[in-house]
């Protein structure tokens, strides 16, 4: 929501503007620096004088340089009646120009329709009788080939590509929800207004609304010819031009995703999967008598999961909170209150590192069923997996490229998402591949065994950062020799308890847990448990958390004595489960960068 302060522009210009009380106290050279600083006019930003004045001399460089090309629309040429040049000598010789020789011009010449309205470069409203795809739908199969229809209809969208055939017959491409249609506008066919006025306005990049007749080529392209033409908003920049490589510069393309999906198809296509996943999901999900809930995203306490949290500050209360890690505890909360089936779809904050499958904040489905168990959770998995990549993608198989689609010699996974998957159980296979017996699963907890984990870990050249507890060097082994394996959807079981303080504990092996970890092409995509309900197991595990974060892990969780009440309530035997929305969506994609499934994925800083 824009505010009429909310640019850091307008503010800086108020505070430079306004009178200021001047203290007895001495300034001091920041201050007196500050105060020598001007407002850059065109960009908002403070700057020195000197730099001000380098900056309107370059600026009426390029201005003189546009005026120029700027001329050819008004100087008199191979024009009819109207004196207009060819069109298309005009296009060549904006095409010539810089992006900021263009901008230039092009501001100038809306600037002048803001003053004049004739006609208002910013309209409020155009009546659109008809979308894109439906204008497609309706009249594809209708129109034949060098005809036109009677239909009168109006359509909006973005232009493209822009072709002149002489002055009296201009061509473009109209694009809107993802399709595109030709506009086909001739002179004989104009009713509202002068021609040249309304065509001569347009640029490549600009939204426009559209009132005419279906029609198709002589090649049987589907277009619309226009009785009139409206500008609804311009387009101040240059768009990249396709022969010219497009936009394709990655870091850019996150930084300015507007113009990422004006320019690349394939974008709004990642974007409508990953909104059909979510669909998806939810039905499925509905379908079983769950209800979605929402639960907060400030904690006192950073609980639900092992990871490093944000931490943010509330005024009124004056106290830091954290940025939920997950909504794991308070949806269980919910299960106790009677609330049997329960889920949620949102995003979780990580003061984490960023890289390809992982940034600060992100997506995940949690649900919570009472009365289940792991086992109901993996039949679950599977069907629900299985059945949305086959309506998403219309196939069980999914060809994924780990390393980019753009490089010729990289990996090439083809996953195949049909029913059953692979189960793994953890340590009889880490003791298959490293040819070794473990120590009992109820001894994992001691030094002793730490120490053996380490020194496995070491001789195996398995690398773990401080601190090297007994779960951390577990879940590098695993990451080396596990997950490795499984390309195909898989299941990874068997877990020890110290890595899973919230997961109940194994019915048959003392020392493991009910836990399974779902993975595809090598990364996590699910994760759930039966869920530990006994309040006395679950506050020694917090208990044993709160150790490993004195001994300085960053990722362990601290005690929630509310959380332990509510257990105390009694917890039904509940089966709870989370899956990352990106990761699978970069999966169905063949997308090998979680920003490329992110509308706003995070950024360093700019360097100015």
Not at 89 to 97: C, K, P, R, S, T
Not at 122 to 140: G, M, N
Not at 354 to 366: A, G, L, V, Y
Request: aromatic letters at 8%.
């Amino acid at each position: 929501m824009t505010t009429g302060f909310s640019s850091p522009s307008t503010l800086q210009r108020i505070a430079f503007t306004q009178p200021r009380l001047i203290s007895s106290t001495r300034m001091t050279d920041a201050e007196g620096g500050a105060m020598n600083l001007l407002s850059d006019p065109v960009t908002g930003e403070m700057i020195s004088k000197s730099e001000l004045k380098r900056r309107q001399k370059q600026r009426q460089k390029d201005a003189e340089k546009a005026e120029k090309a700027a001329k050819a629309q008004s100087e008199g040429g191979a024009g009819g009646a109207g004196g207009t040049p060819k069109a298309g000598a005009n296009m060549a010789a904006e095409e010539a120009l810089t992006p900021n020789q263009y901008y230039e011009m092009r501001s100038r010449a809306i600037q002048k329709l803001r003053e004049t309205r004739n006609p208002d470069p910013y309209p409020h409203k155009f009546h659109v009788t008809l979308s894109l795809t439906d204008f497609i739908a309706r009249f594809q199969d209708k129109v034949e080939p060098g005809t036109q229809l009677a239909d009168v209809v109006c359509v909006a969208g973005r232009l493209h590509n822009m072709r002149a055939s002489g002055q009296k017959l201009r061509f473009y491409d109209l694009h809107a929800e993802g399709v595109k249609i030709q506009i086909m506008a001739q002179m004989q066919d104009h009713r509202e207004g002068d021609f040249f006025e309304a065509h001569d306005l347009l640029r490549r990049g600009d939204v426009v609304g559209v009132k005419g007749v279906p029609a198709k080529t002589k090649k049987g392209e589907l277009s619309i010819v226009p009785h009139a033409i409206q500008l609804l908003a311009p387009n101040l920049k240059m768009l990249p031009k396709a022969s010219g490589g497009g936009f394709t510069d990655q870091e850019q393309r996150y930084r300015k995703r507007y113009l990422d999906l004006i320019m690349n198809q394939h974008v709004r296509d990642i974007f409508v999967t990953r909104a059909r996943t979510i669909q998806y999901v939810r039905r499925y999900l509905d379908s079983l008598g769950f209800l979605e809930v929402e639960t907060p995203m400030m904690n006192q306490i950073a609980g639900g999961a092992s990871a490093k949290p944000f931490i943010t500050h509330h005024n009124d209360l004056k106290m830091d909170l954290f940025m939920r890690i997950a909504p794991e505890l308070y949806l269980k909360e919910l299960v106790v209150g009677g609330l049997d089936r329960v889920y949620e779809v949102g995003r979780v904050f990580r003061n984490e590192s960023i890289d390809q499958t992982h940034n600060p904040e992100f997506t995940t489905c949690e649900f919570y069923m009472a009365y289940a168990d792991m086992y109901d959770l993996m039949d679950i998995t599977e069907s629900m997996v299985s059945g949305l990549v086959k309506a998403v993608t219309g196939g069980y198989k999914v060809t994924y490229h780990p390393d980019g689609k753009e490089d010729p010699n990289g990996r090439v996974y083809e996953i195949d998402f049909s029913t059953p998957w692979k189960r793994f159980e953890m340590i009889p296979e880490l003791e298959k591949q490293l040819q070794v017996k473990f120590p009992p699963a109820d001894q994992l907890h001691t030094e002793e065994a730490r120490q053996w984990l380490s020194d496995l870990c070491a001789k195996n050249n398995v690398d773990c950062s401080e601190p090297r507890t007994a779960n951390r060097l577990i879940d590098k082994l695993v990451g080396e020799y596990i997950e490795s394996q499984c390309v195909n959807p898989s299941f990874i079981i068997g877990h020890p308890q110290i890595m899973s303080p919230l997961a109940k504990r194994h019915r048959d092996i003392p020392g493991l847990c009910e836990r399974f970890e779902a993975f595809v092409a090598t990364k996590e995509i699910a994760n759930a448990y039966t869920e530990l309900n006994d309040p006395w197991v679950q506050r020694e595990n917090f208990e044993e958390q709160a150790r490993q974060k004195d001994a300085g892990d960053d990722e362990a969780q601290a005690v929630d004595h509310v959380f332990l009440d509510a257990l105390e309530h009694g917890l039904p035997p509940t089966g709870g489960w989370g899956m990352g929305i990106d990761r699978l969506v970069m999966f169905l994609t063949d997308s090998n960068t979680i920003k490329e499934v992110l509308a706003f994925p995070a950024n360093k800083p700019e360097q100015s």
